[in-house]
Each structure stands twice: as C-alpha cells, then as structure tokens.
C-alpha cells in the first residue's frame, strides 16, 4: 500500500483497546484485508496489562500498512480513548470500531462507496451478533440487527426525524454507524468514566445531522462474550443506562433546544425499553431493603426522562412501539411499584 496522503483520506477508522489479547488479532485482520489508500486506521492501546501491545506492535497492519499506534500511559476509559482518536484522525469521517469486533467483507469499500456517492453526513448499516467464540458460519449467518429504523437509502433530517429514527431503533452504539466529523461540536464528546456512554452522545449526533444514509446490510460481527462491561453489570450499575439518557435529555436542551413533542415521545419509549431490563435485573436483587431502594432510585431517573405520569409513559409504549412492549411494561411497572409498597409497609 502506499504512503496515505492525508489530503486524500476520507474515512478514519478507530480502535480503541484495553485487555483484548485474545481478540485483537482477529479485529485487525478484518481491517487489514480491506484497506484502502482511502482510509486510514488508528489504534488506541488504554494501558493494557496483557500482551495486547505486542500483538499491535507485531501485527502487519502497523507493521506493512501504517495504522497508526498510540500507547497511553494508563487506563482512562473508552470515553477518553475514543476523543483521543477523534483528536488524531484526519478523515472527513470516522468509524468507532470495538476490538474485540471484527468488520465483515467489502465493509470498507461499500462505505467508501456510499461516502463519495451521497456525502451523508451519517450512514447507518446493520452488524450480526456472535457469541464468545464463533465459527465462520455464525460470523456469516449471525442475527442480524438493525441500527436505523427508517427504509434503507438517503434520508433528510425533516422535524428531527433522524433524532427519533435513531432512539427509536433502541440501538445506539457509536460502533454502527459512521460520522461526518463535523457534527462533533462542543458537547459531544463522550462522557468520561461513564457507561453507557453511547447514549449521551449518538442520538445527539443525529440531531445535528442534515441527512444521513442506511445501508441495510451487515458491516460488522458484533461479539457478546464474557466479561465485558454491559455482560457484566450489577443490578446498581444498571441504572446507569437511564442516568444516560438523562444525560443526553440536558445535552440535547442545552445545545439545540427543547425536544419537539414527537422527540420526547421517542425518547420515552426508549426510557421503557431500558426500564423493563432494569427492573427485571433489581427485582433479583436477595436484598429486599436494598431491591426496594434500587426500585425507588430507577423510578425517579425514569421520572426525570418523561417527566409526566405514568400512564404517559405506558402510553408512549404503545404509540411507538407495539401492544407486547406495553404489556412488558405494564407489568415491570406495576412489579416496581408492588415492590416499593410492601417495602414500606415492612417498615410501618
């Protein structure tokens, strides 16, 4: 390959890594056999303590391909690591890819493609998910799942539609789509030593966009395994997920304005989708004190989000969702408010 002209470079590939020995040489085996002098790939190691830095190091995509490889000294978090990258790159867009993913053929060359066809300033494409260790087979026959919940083609962005087909999807990893660099305006960067942090910052992105384009196709192998952060929350950390979209609600009223009725709907129902997990996870919780106060907690954050009634709530379940999403609903609701009732009534 030759030398990258920064001039010419129209897409910024971005790896950040921590503790992904096992994975990494598979991530960027997928990224190598598919580079173009048309992009460029940047590799953020965030103080591993495995031999991650030497795979990187020996891999012949920095070795033959001139990825770009940066060492930070210590452990700061992905939020950090993915502004870092932002920081370095030079491409006019830029593709957030997890290490322990892999990108599926012509990914790069279709997206190239799509870039220079419609100049977007958001496209959306769909990934398959694979567990833990997988064959070929299931990388290729995977679920697959959408990030966008319009049609597929170029869409503009008409009374904040890009917003609310975004949320709607209730899929808002940073990792399934490609940005125009120029909507990272101030208040967007991700937030640092936060989960979650994929919701405060991806719907907004989509607010700031003029249009966007979706390929319904899959570009990635998304990998669930063991051990990673969402796989492994306890009952407390997930009511980080609904701290998120409060996040993102502040942001949004802060840089752009009020959510028009339709944007808070949407953003409602997905509070609902992130609720019901939520309180299925405390309802487990051996510690009924302690279930009950977790209860109560989530039951305000979602408060925050809607801030209506309830029946607010469960009717926005069922104006963008469908009938089983507001059953579901209904019924964690109602098991929450069960829970926080006999609580106090253990204490009368």
């Not at 998304?222 to 979209?245: D, N």
Request: charged share 25%.
């Amino acid at each position: 390959m030759q030398n990258i002209d920064h001039r010419d470079v129209k897409l910024s590939i971005l790896v950040p890594c921590y503790n992904v020995s096992k994975y990494i040489n598979e991530c960027l085996d997928s990224i190598a056999d598919q580079m173009t002098d048309e992009c460029e790939v940047i590799i953020y190691d965030d103080g591993s303590k495995d031999d991650t830095v030497q795979k990187i190091s020996e891999h012949r995509i920095v070795l033959d391909s001139g990825a770009r490889f940066i060492l930070a000294q210590e452990n700061r978090g992905l939020s950090y690591a993915r502004n870092s990258l932002l920081k370095h790159s030079n491409g006019q867009y830029v593709w957030f890819l997890d290490s322990d993913d892999k990108i599926l053929d012509s990914a790069i060359n279709n997206l190239i493609n799509c870039i220079q066809l419609s100049k977007p300033d958001i496209i959306f494409f769909d990934y398959n998910t694979w567990y833990q260790d997988p064959t070929p087979r299931m990388i290729r026959k995977g679920f697959q799942r959408t990030s966008f919940d319009g049609k597929p083609g170029f869409h503009h962005n008409i009374d904040n539609s890009l917003y609310n087909l975004t949320v709607k999807s209730t899929r808002l990893h940073a990792w399934s789509k490609v940005y125009n660099r120029n909507l990272f305006k101030v208040g967007t960067e991700f937030p640092v030593g936060k989960i979650f942090e994929d919701v405060a910052v991806v719907p907004l992105l989509s607010a700031y966009a003029e249009t966007a384009y979706y390929l319904n196709q899959p570009f990635l192998a998304y990998r669930i395994r063991e051990g990673s952060i969402l796989s492994s929350l306890s009952a407390e950390k997930e009511i980080e997920s609904l701290k998120a979209i409060n996040e993102l609600k502040s942001k949004y009223e802060k840089n752009i304005g009020a959510l028009s009725k339709k944007s808070h709907m949407v953003t409602t129902y997905f509070a609902t989708w992130q609720l019901r997990q939520i309180i299925k996870a405390i309802a487990k919780h051996p510690d009924k004190q302690k279930c009950a106060f977790l209860i109560e907690q989530c039951l305000n954050e979602f408060k925050k989000i809607h801030g209506k009634t309830t029946l607010y709530a469960l009717y926005a379940c069922l104006r963008e969702g469908d009938f089983f999403h507001f059953l579901h609903c209904s019924k964690r609701l109602i098991q929450a408010y069960l829970i926080c009732y006999f609580n106090k009534q253990r204490k009368i």
